[in-house]
């Protein structure tokens, strides 16, 4: 609405200390975000080109108003008044987002180490958790993708990685409108996503 893109212009100037353009070093400002262990791979993603709907790969050095809106739309909820298709392209967009942000070398294809790296990552902050562990479970849940997007494989055959549509089907029934969300909205310096 209107009033929500007022109130992200407001929250943009906030970040970018009144200046046309965002860079990372702004997002330090945001408490919240200091303290998730994705922190690094979030911000990315508000710069990656991809996200960003640029035809050139890569990683953008700041991000304008329009920018920040075009990333911003990937958090937006489900609305009551949305039909099935709306519903599910909103969707399929958000899954994409993680999609990129998983992907780190940005091929189209999340492979065990990024999967591994971004687990662990998301596990750091465990202090009963051994880096072993999440090493084990990291690979535990790409053996599972492997078989839930390839089927039954045999020993001698490796899984290259995971590939958008075969992020499309791990996500399926996950309940991604929910879990994925950005509080930018209010005035507050908070933000979390999954």
């Known amino acids: 609405t209107a009033d929500q893109i007022e109130q992200l212009h407001r929250r943009f100037k906030q970040l970018s200390n009144e200046k046309p353009t965002l860079r990372k070093e702004h997002f330090d400002s945001i408490p919240d975000l200091e303290f998730n ?27 304008n108003f329009e920018d920040f809106l075009t990333v911003m739309s990937y958090f937006r909820p489900i609305e009551p008044d949305m039909d099935e298709e709306q519903v599910e392209r909103v969707r399929k967009d958000k899954i994409k987002f993680l999609f990129h942000m998983y992907d780190a070398d940005r091929d189209g294809l999340i492979t065990l180490e990024e999967y591994r790296n971004v687990v662990e990552e998301l596990l750091s902050g465990n202090p009963h958790l051994e880096k072993g562990a999440a090493r084990s479970i990291a690979d535990g849940a790409m053996l599972e993708a492997a078989q839930t997007c390839a089927g039954p494989m045999g020993s001698n055959q490796v899984y290259a990685g995971i590939t958008f549509e075969d992020f499309l089907k791990i996500w399926r029934g996950i309940d991604i409108e929910t879990k994925m969300h950005v509080r930018f909205l209010n005035m507050e310096p908070i933000a979390h996503c999954c």
């Open 37 to 63: 262990p994705i922190r690094s791979k979030i911000v990315q993603a508000f710069f990656d080109r991809r996200n960003l709907r640029q035809e050139e790969p890569g990683l953008a050095d700041e991000i």
